[in-house]
């Protein structure tokens, strides 16, 4: 909190992202007042939600996908409420790139000099080193491949959407739970566009 406090002091503005999981959901509901009490009125900062994954059996999942969109909802509300939720325009443009893994202006660079696409694989995929330009095109074009599943056909992310098919996160296809709450942000998106055309027409 003192860091964040400096850092707007500074003039920075400053994202919370809140890790969420079944274990700790009421956990950052109660930081969020915390937050509130510290933090109320501050225009340069906010905060997102990210309900994780499964990660190498690192996370704890609600035991339904209902409670899990529940909680999150509980608090992607509360930051709302308080006036601090991201928001993030619609987009106004097809995306090109999902992450650090597909984007050809970014490296991965271990301690040793060697590099990579995405630190999660900095071992199984080096693609080559610094002393050299020469690059395993074929582990970057692999990086490139949008995953793609049968749920594609009718999804109202595509053609947005930008899961990598070789991301660990992806790795038993499409999560449906995620897929869920990325389509109600889009919801609510497009209900406020709405609601600021309304407004100003
Ligand atoms: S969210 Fe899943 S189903 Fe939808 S377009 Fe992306 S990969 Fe396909």
């Excluded at 700790?24 to 990210?50: P, Q, S």
């Excluded at 038993?172 to 027409?201: F, T």
Aim: glycine share 6%; aromatic share 6%.
């Amino acid at each position: 909190m003192g860091n964040i406090q400096s850092a707007l002091d500074a003039g920075i503005a400053v994202t919370i992202r809140l890790n969420m999981d079944a274990r700790n959901a009421g956990d950052l509901l109660r930081l969020l007042d915390d937050v509130k009490a510290r933090f109320e009125g501050c225009d340069n900062l906010d905060i997102y939600i990210a309900l994780l994954h499964e990660f190498e059996g690192k996370i704890h999942r609600h035991e339904t996908d209902q409670q899990a969109e529940e909680a999150y909802g509980l608090l992607r509300d509360k930051a709302e409420a308080m006036g601090m939720l991201r928001r993030k325009p619609l987009p106004d443009g097809i995306a090109i790139n999902s992450c650090m893994a597909d984007n050809d202006a970014c490296e991965t660079i271990l301690p040793d000099g060697r590099v990579g696409r995405c630190e999660h694989f900095s071992e199984a995929m080096v693609t080559g080193d610094i002393w050299n330009d020469a690059r395993d095109t074929a582990v970057e074009t692999n990086w490139r491949k949008p995953l793609s599943v049968p749920e594609c056909e009718d999804c109202a992310l595509y053609p947005q959407c930008r899961k990598l098919s070789l991301c660990e996160w992806n790795r038993d296809g499409c999560d449906r739970l995620d897929r869920s709450i990325k389509i109600n942000d889009l919801k609510r998106k497009m209900l406020e566009a709405y609601h600021v055309y309304k407004k100003e027409s």
